[in-house]
């Protein structure tokens, strides 16, 4: 596996009675097997066909040739999406080395300003777009879909639509209709996979692809995660089960109603961003669930520690590490001879990262904090498709144990209601 789970620090035995009781861990891990099975046979018979992403080659040769020319033809990429449509892939586009890639700017929001300086920075003769909406109606992204088309038949002519993309599930959509109108070639989004779920697939993947990244490779770290719940495995030798079992045991039990994520690796910080969607508009349901927080290694220890050693007995964390003990620029000692820097002397930047990451953790642990440790001995795209595969079959089997539907979002269609009617009101509509 790609990474290593700790959990023993979540238990009462570790860290008191702030943890959480082996005996329901154990009630919590039989009833989860329900969930696997479940997922099990949705596997088998395609009715979660997120799963089936994993083993799953053909689709990438597809793409190859659209990644290339993006690639080729464009020194800047703008992703146009919001929440599921965007987060994995800029997740996964932390992980680009390639400098030789384009530039990609993923715009989620909808802020007037931001979409202003975005279209002033580049180049337009040089900008390629990726538009996603996996219905091809979500109000966010076709303002900005709109927007960012007008600027383009403007400056270039109306043959200039090539330089868009889009991805949208088949039927007939608004998407698909002004691409039909204008050109404009449009990829199937998979109907069957909610966009939270979807980072697997084209949405995530293509712009890895145009980033330089290797596709196949996060699928594989995706498919060996998932492995143990396609053979049957027992419960309590699947990570992601286990992690589900301590987050409900400590929501039910013990009160825990948040749960923090905090990697120490930059290159996770978006990934915590990805969590916090999934987990939040998955669990969130029936007055059931718990709040997803993401943080960032010594950002946050320097801004959210006090208070999450301090502060309410409320919070589970998990804590992610990499080992980069030795890497990094070493401190010369000539430099770090100050006697309160001479601890620094002939040690490297990531022996630094290392032990302040070791010691939050432990810091964590020594005031009953229940804490997970996720350590990573590198972080690849192997790795970070092993981290998606977990997380979803985690936030799957703890929505089983809540008894809510992980794959639905009913009360956040009360705001896109409300934001037309008001948009109708002020005569925009």
């Not at 979409?115 to 909406?133: K, P, Q, W």
């Amino acid at each position: 596996m790609p990474y290593a789970q700790i959990t023993d620090a979540c238990f009462s035995d570790a860290v008191g009675a702030h943890g959480l009781d082996r005996a329901r861990f154990d009630a919590l891990l039989k009833k989860a097997e329900g969930a696997l099975t479940a997922m099990k046979s949705g596997h088998e018979d395609g009715s979660l066909p997120f799963l089936r992403l994993s083993e799953a080659r053909d689709d990438l040769g597809s793409l190859e040739p659209l990644a290339a020319r993006y690639r080729e033809q464009f020194s800047d990429v703008v992703l146009i999406g919001t929440g599921g449509s965007s987060l994995g892939g800029q997740t996964l586009c932390k992980l680009a080395t390639d400098l030789q890639a384009p530039r990609l700017h993923f715009f989620d929001n909808i802020d007037p300003h931001s979409l202003g300086r975005l279209l002033s920075a580049v180049d337009l003769a040089r900008t390629g777009f990726l538009v996603v909406s996996k219905s091809g109606s979500t109000a966010e992204t076709m303002s900005v879909f709109l927007l960012c088309l007008a600027a383009v038949i403007e400056t270039l002519g109306r043959d200039a639509t090539g330089r868009f993309t889009a991805i949208a599930e088949p039927g007939d959509n608004a998407l698909r209709r002004i691409c039909d109108e204008y050109g404009i070639a449009v990829l199937d989004h998979d109907p069957g996979i909610g966009g939270r779920y979807s980072v697997l697939s084209l949405t995530g993947l293509l712009p890895a692809m145009i980033a330089g990244l290797d596709a196949v490779a996060v699928r594989e770290g995706a498919a060996e995660a998932l492995a143990p719940v396609l053979i049957g495995a027992a419960a309590k030798d699947i990570a992601p089960a286990i992690g589900a079992a301590i987050s409900v045991g400590l929501a039910e039990n013990r009160g825990i109603s948040t749960s923090v994520l905090m990697p120490y690796v930059d290159r996770l910080a978006d990934f915590g961003l990805w969590y916090r969607q999934l987990w939040a508009e998955s669990l969130g349901k029936n007055g059931k669930g718990t709040t997803p927080v993401n943080a960032l290694g010594t950002v946050d220890q320097h801004s959210q520690l006090q208070l999450y050693l301090d502060g309410p007995r409320d919070k589970m964390f998990t804590v992610i590490m990499l080992d980069v003990a030795g890497k990094g620029g070493t401190f010369p000692a000539d430099l770090a001879r100050d006697r309160d820097l001479a601890y620094l002397a002939g040690r490297s930047l990531g022996d630094l990262m290392d032990a302040e990451q070791r010691a939050t953790a432990e810091s964590l642990i020594r005031h009953q904090r229940p804490t997970r440790i996720i350590r990573l001995p590198v972080l690849d795209e192997r790795t970070m498709g092993a981290l998606f595969m977990h997380f979803m079959l985690e936030t799957i089997i703890a929505a089983h144990l809540l008894g809510v539907d992980p794959f639905d979002q009913p009360a956040v269609e009360e705001g896109k209601v409300l934001a037309r009617q008001y948009l109708a009101e002020s005569g925009g509509a």
